[in-house]
């Protein structure tokens, strides 16, 4: 079975730079949704695989949002969840997984259309949420995220069979040159990047503060970003980022004192649900890979208490 896989990684040798199958945009007859993208956004998805929405969800919606997650980081730290991922060193609050099933005002911003007709109409399919997080990333002490492929990780360790997911970034504070933006390689989507090394048991305990394991080769970022640079995904509170599950892509810490937050959620196709993982692997937990009560996601606007209609 191996030995048919396109996109094997952690099982070779030395890294590699192997073709990527699937295509990035998929046709707009094989899905349902209203168009949500213009020719010109389309085209620039498929190009540098990610495209930015300046200020999407307005200032009242954000307000909203944002008051939710700081309640959500101080009940659930508490809580001591194994949904809530610490920063290593000082301990403060580094993710929180599963929010649109922890949180009901994060599983309504799911289902807005502006977000999920986007992914159905790019993904050419209804889509339901692989994982969602919360990346707080506090000012003074927010740690890196090293560069990385998100499929590469989804494919090794959950399973998922193809590249037919992406993630949506929706900025709830605003995101600067200074407090550690998103920072993707415009085109690296066309190539996956195959890793050495092998994977370790509950590999993820780890991963989640500091990823050592699946991490790509120092010589093929640098011919990755030789080819087509390095764009910083910087915009106001209420922005939105979608990326391709294969855009390599990371973040620099945050010494600034003001925080840099986003809400994450991943949306895989219907057509591509999770395999077994690779080499044995044990599956990750639900609340990082969604595996039961999977279905398919439909519209609904947005509702916060207090916003304006």
């Given at each position: ?11 070779l ?11 990035v ?11 949500a ?6 085209d ?89 997080r ?26 998922m ?6 993630s ?21 989507h ?79 196709s ?26 398919a ?8 208490a207090?916003?304006?209609?």
């Open positions: 079975m191996l030995s048919q896989d396109p996109y094997q990684s952690r099982a040798i030395s890294p590699a730079i192997l073709a990527r199958c699937e295509p945009l998929y046709e707009r007859e094989q899905c349902p949704a209203p168009a993208l213009n020719a010109a956004q389309r620039a998805y498929r190009e540098n695989g990610f495209l930015l929405l300046p200020e999407l969800f307005s200032k009242s919606e954000v307000a909203g949002l944002f008051d939710e997650m700081q309640g959500m980081r101080a009940d659930f730290a508490a809580a001591g969840r194994a949904e809530v991922i610490a920063e290593p060193g000082s301990g403060e609050v580094r993710s929180i997984f599963d929010v649109h099933r922890l949180n009901d005002l994060f599983a309504g911003l799911m289902r807005d259309p502006r977000v999920l007709n986007v992914a159905r109409e790019i993904l050419g399919s209804e889509v339901y949420i692989h994982q969602s919360i990346n707080y990333k506090p000012g003074f002490t927010g740690k890196e995220f090293y560069w990385h492929s998100d499929f590469e990780t989804w494919h090794t360790e959950d399973g069979p193809a590249m037919r997911a992406l949506c970034s929706i900025l709830l504070t605003d995101n600067d040159e200074h407090n550690g933006p998103l920072m993707l390689i415009p085109g690296s066309k190539h996956f990047i195959s890793c050495a090394g092998e994977t370790p048991d509950e590999h993820y305990k780890q991963s989640l503060q500091k990823q050592e394991c699946g991490v790509p080769d120092e010589l093929l970022l640098r011919y990755l970003a030789d080819l087509g640079g390095i764009t910083s995904c910087k915009g106001r509170a209420g922005s939105v980022v979608f990326f391709d599950c294969n855009t390599m892509h990371g973040s620099n810490g945050n010494i600034t004192p003001y925080p840099r937050s986003n809400v994450f959620f991943v949306y895989n219907i057509e591509n649900q999770l395999h077994a993982p690779q080499g044995g692997l044990k599956p990750r937990p639900e609340f990082i890979a969604a595996r039961q009560d999977v279905a996601l439909e519209p609904e606007p947005l509702e916060i207090g916003s304006p209609a």
